[in-house]
T-cell receptor
Framework: DSGVTQTPKHLITATGQRVTLRCSPR?????VYWYQQSLDQGLQFLIQ???????AKGNILERFSAQQFPDLHSELNLSSLELGDSALYFC????????????????FGQGTRLTVV | DAKTTQPPSMDCAEGRAANLPCNHS???????VYWYRQIHSQGPQYIIH???NNETNEMASLIITEDRKSSTLILPHATLRDTAVYYC????????????FGQGTTLQVKP
């Protein structure tokens, strides 16, 4: 158990809909990262939040957005869903930051499997 | 970002050491090498990381060449549960800590 909790584990929704994926990081971790893993793309970095603020952006579509709340949990919002958005979405947390430095290990949750039909 | 090159697949006999190579010839002096593995669509699992010295923990050993252009992850006594995709990652320098995954090596441990 990595200590990172993602909900829900599975999600099935229709095209055009909007969903919210939730991530609870390990206690004390300030950094949260979101990744997408589809069959043909591998693990793609989407976005990072650090202590409530966006820190780094990867290949995140404009239809997707994220935020990190004061209690440090994070949500990834996916809207206007398309069939191609079907994938595993992973959240990772890390104690990386100004105090610990940025070279620390990140711990991944078990993911949310999104199926768009 | 420093890129890594790994063989797409490898086999290893159960109980033997598994040696997984990684080339990272464009690595910068302050960039770390990380290894993660992913077992059948589970969340990636941290294994080990290092800068220039060899590292060992309860899971594995990491051997980094003196010029830092390549490294080897060693699983000393592979078991069937070590069958997974192994990712060698050069940590992006800068103030983010994000990890950029490549295609990895699929390690098949056989009885």
């Amino acid at each position: 158990d990595s200590g990172v909790t993602q909900t829900p584990k599975h999600l099935i929704t229709a095209t055009g809909q909007r969903v919210t994926l939730r991530c609870s990081p390990r206690s004390g971790d300030l950094s949260v990262y979101w990744y997408q893993q589809s069959l043909d793309q591998g693990l793609q970095f989407l976005i990072q939040y650090y202590n409530g603020e966006e820190r780094a952006k990867g290949n995140i579509l404009e239809r997707f957005s994220a935020q990190q709340f004061p209690d440090l949990h994070s949500e990834l919002n996916l809207s206007s869903l398309e069939l191609g958005d079907s994938a595993l979405y992973f959240c990772a947390s890390s104690p990386a930051g100004r105090d610990r430095g940025w070279n620390t290990e990140a711990f991944f949750g078990q993911g949310t499997r999104l199926t768009v039909v | 970002d420093a890129k890594t090159t790994q063989p797409p697949s490898m086999d290893c006999a159960e109980g033997r050491a598994a040696n997984l190579p990684c080339n990272h010839s464009t690595i910068s002096g302050n960039e770390y090498v990380y290894w993660y593995r992913q077992i059948h669509s589970q969340g990636p699992q941290y294994i080990i990381h290092g800068l220039k010295n060899n590292e060992t923990n309860e899971m594995a050993s990491l051997i980094i060449t003196e010029d830092r252009k390549s490294s080897t992850l060693i699983l000393p006594h592979a078991t069937l549960r070590d069958t997974a995709v192994y990712y060698c990652i050069v940590r992006v320098s800068g103030n983010t800590g994000k990890l950029i995954f490549g295609q990895g090596t699929t390690l098949q441990v056989k009885p």
